[in-house]
C-alpha cells in the first residue's frame, strides 16, 4: 500500500490535518486530525510502498514496544488510513 501523493499533511493551530475535498458541485469536505504518532509514520511511510509488517516494525524499533502491541497499533493506523481513502491498497 501507498500514501496517496496528492495528500498533504498542513499544521493548522497547532493540529496537523489532513483536507479531504468533496467532490465537485458537492460540499463534503472532511478533516483528518493526525496525533503525534499518525504524523510519524505518514512522514516515514510518504513516498514508498509500505505493508503492516512494515509500520509494526517502524513502532517497535522507534518506541521499543513489543510486537503484539506494534501489530495492533500498526493495523489500527492502518484501518483509519483506509476508512479515510487516505492510502492506496
Given at each position: 500500500?501507498?500514501?496517496k501523493?496528492e495528500l ?11 483536507l479531504?475535498?468533496?467532490?465537485h458541485?458537492?460540499d463534503?469536505t ?6 503525534e504518532?499518525?504524523?510519524?509514520l505518514?512522514?516515514?511511510f510518504?513516498d514508498?510502498d509500505?505493508?503492516a509488517e512494515d509500520v509494526?516494525?517502524?513502532l ?9 502491541l506494534a501489530?495492533?497499533?500498526?493495523k489500527t493506523?492502518?484501518?483509519m ?5 487516505l492510502?492506496e491498497?
Amino acid at each position: 500500500m501507498k500514501i496517496k501523493n496528492e495528500l498533504k499533511v498542513q499544521n493548522v493551530g497547532g493540529e496537523n490535518i489532513i483536507l479531504l475535498q468533496g467532490t465537485h458541485g458537492v460540499d463534503t469536505t472532511k478533516i483528518v486530525s493526525l496525533n503525534e504518532t499518525s504524523l510519524w509514520l505518514w512522514n516515514r511511510f510518504a513516498d514508498r510502498d509500505f505493508t503492516a509488517e512494515d509500520v509494526a516494525d517502524a513502532l517497535k524499533d522507534e518506541f521499543g514496544i513489543d510486537s503484539g502491541l506494534a501489530e495492533k497499533d500498526a493495523k489500527t493506523w492502518i484501518d483509519m488510513m483506509v476508512q479515510n481513502r487516505l492510502i492506496e491498497q
